[in-house]
């Protein structure tokens, strides 16, 4: 079994199949946030002005193009603002600088650009983080980042230790 490689700051790296996952859940997230959306603004249109529109009446082109922009937007500021997605809260794991720092606009937004490589390498960008020993995708190495898992207690969270109450026996009699 190969463990996971761990870093002094900032946690243990995340593998290859949590942040997978995590990719998973959020381009599920975007597309259903970005076409609610163009459903409900074409809704609305069509309510204000008594028309019936037409879906398609919008070009592929600009439909990519909004899909685009919102998918940059959404990663940006997830990594910026909260330094994980919805995907990467679901399965525990958070985007840090490489002093394991929170992750500045500016880096998330290199990240975002990086990202756009690793998409338009057909995916080999992501698929970096099965061969690289520090378990960092395209994105990370050009920004500086990394993903760990995010595993430290919150007070009033599910799961932490509890001691059982203490029955006092003598009391009931």
């Given at each position: ?22 990719l ?40 990519s ?10 990663f940006?500021a ?26 500045s ?9 990086g ?27 050009l ?15 599910v ?10 026996r003598?009391?009931?009699?």
């Amino acid at each position: 079994m190969i463990d996971a490689p761990s870093l002094d700051e900032g946690g243990v790296v995340a593998g290859v199949v949590s942040r997978t996952a995590a990719l998973v859940i959020d381009v599920t997230v975007i597309a259903g946030a970005f076409y609610g959306a163009l459903a409900l603004g074409l809704l609305t249109a069509q309510v204000l002005t008594f028309n019936r529109l037409d879906p398609t009446a919008i070009s592929a082109t600009v439909a990519s193009i909004m899909l685009a922009a919102w998918t940059a937007f959404y990663f940006w500021a997830a990594w910026w603002l909260f330094g994980k997605t919805v995907g990467k809260a679901v399965l525990g794991l958070r985007v840090v600088q490489l002093d394991g720092a929170t992750v500045s606009w500016a880096r998330a937004l290199v990240r975002v650009a990086g990202y756009a490589l690793s998409v338009m390498s057909l995916g080999v960008g992501f698929a970096w983080v099965a061969v690289d020993r520090r378990r960092r995708a395209w994105h990370d190495m050009l920004a500086g980042t990394r993903v760990v898992y995010d595993w430290t207690p919150h007070p009033g969270s599910v799961g932490r230790a509890r001691t059982p109450p203490t029955v006092d026996r003598r009391a009931r009699r």
